[in-house]
Nanobody, 127 residues
C-alpha cells in the first residue's frame, strides 16, 4: 500500500509561484506512474501533470504547459510540482496520485487510472 501526502499549498497572487510536494511511503519496487491532479468543487478531477518513473517521461495538460514542471527527488522519495505564472483559474485542491507500472501518455492524466491518492492541498490564486 503506497501512502501519499501533499504539502506546499497556499494563497498567492496571480503571476506568482508555488511549489507542491508529495511525500511517498510504502512499497516502491518497480516503476510507477505518478501524477498531479486538481479539482474544483462540483467539477471533475483534472489531470495536470504526470511522470513515468521508468524513463522520467512527462505529460502535461495544455492549460499548464510552459508554466508547471513535474519532477521527482529519489533521495527524498518525493514528487514535486513547480508552478509559475499562476492564474486565478489554477485555484483548486491539488492531489498527487500513483499507480504501478506503465501507462500510455494519453492515459496518464486520466484520474480513473490511479489507485493511490493523497489527501489534497488547497491552492488559491487571487487576481
Amino acid at each position: 500500500q503506497v501512502q501519499l501526502m501533499e504539502s506546499g499549498g497556499g494563497s498567492v497572487q496571480a503571476g506568482g509561484s508555488l511549489r507542491l510536494s508529495c511525500a511517498a511511503s510504502g512499497p516502491a519496487s518497480g516503476s510507477f506512474c505518478v501524477a498531479w491532479f486538481r479539482q474544483v468543487s462540483g467539477k471533475e478531477r483534472e489531470g495536470v501533470a504526470a511522470l513515468y518513473t521508468g524513463d522520467d517521461t512527462t505529460t502535461y495538460a495544455d492549460s499548464v504547459k510552459g508554466r508547471f514542471t513535474i519532477s521527482r527527488d529519489n533521495t527524498k522519495n518525493t514528487l514535486n510540482l513547480q508552478m509559475h505564472s499562476l492564474k486565478p483559474e489554477d485555484t483548486a485542491v491539488y492531489y498527487c496520485a500513483a499507480r504501478k507500472d506503465w501507462l500510455p501518455a494519453l492515459r496518464r492524466l486520466d484520474h480513473y487510472e490511479y489507485n493511490w491518492w493523497g489527501q489534497g492541498t488547497q491552492v488559491t490564486v487571487s487576481s
